[in-house]
């Protein structure tokens, strides 16, 4: 063989190879994917039948309902428009309470019984990174400092 035909050899290969990578890559990225879905679009029809996708909405007050076995529960998720009853077995988050939102990601059953793998408990608005909440509170404590030493200069002021 000639050095030109083994270079053509060489870069077919190599597409070859870079082809077949790309092609598993994405079929491990469609296999992972997973859609989120409301209550009311689960009732409407839009979630996938069969596959896994993640429902997401605030836990109806007073809907938290333990089975026998003391570790499957049961509870209402509504988008306020809708509800969706999810059966999950294992334990939760510290943050998932009545009230609050939450995230499950699982199948949906025919009977309409959502069967989740894992539940999530959303922060709320207000949550913050602990470096982020530390600058801030910083920023007041200076303000604070700030505001309480032109006060003591107000006031040695007035008594001169």
């Known amino acids: 063989m000639k050095s030109r035909h083994?270079?053509?050899a060489l870069i077919i290969g190599g597409l070859v190879i870079l082809g077949l990578v790309v092609a598993l890559v994405l079929n491990a990225f469609q296999s992972n994917l997973v859609f989120f879905f409301s209550p009311t679009q689960v009732v409407a029809g839009e979630a996938p039948k069969g596959k896994s996708f993640r429902i997401g909405g605030?836990?109806?007050?007073?809907?938290?309902?333990?089975?026998?076995?003391?570790?499957?529960?049961?509870?209402?998720?509504?988008?306020?428009?809708?509800?969706?009853?999810?059966?999950?077995?294992?334990?939760?988050?510290?943050?998932?309470?009545?009230?609050?939102?939450?995230?499950?990601?699982?199948?949906?059953?025919?009977?309409?019984?959502?069967i989740a793998s894992e539940v999530l408990a959303k922060?709320?608005?207000?949550?913050?990174?602990?470096?982020?909440?530390?600058?801030?509170?910083?920023?007041?404590?200076?303000?604070?400092?700030t505001k309480a030493a032109s006060a003591a200069a107000a006031k040695t002021f007035k008594q001169q």
């Open 123 to 145: 922060h709320d608005e207000n949550y913050m990174p602990p470096e982020a909440a530390k600058a801030v509170g910083d920023a007041h404590e200076r303000a604070a400092a």
């Open 58 to 114: 605030m836990v109806r007050e007073g809907s938290i309902k333990r089975e026998p076995d003391g570790v499957t529960l049961r509870f209402v998720m509504t988008d306020t428009e809708n509800d969706m009853t999810v059966a999950y077995t294992g334990i939760l988050p510290d943050l998932f309470k009545e009230g609050k939102g939450a995230v499950a990601q699982g199948r949906l059953r025919d009977d309409g019984i959502f």
């Open 6 to 8: 083994k270079r053509i």
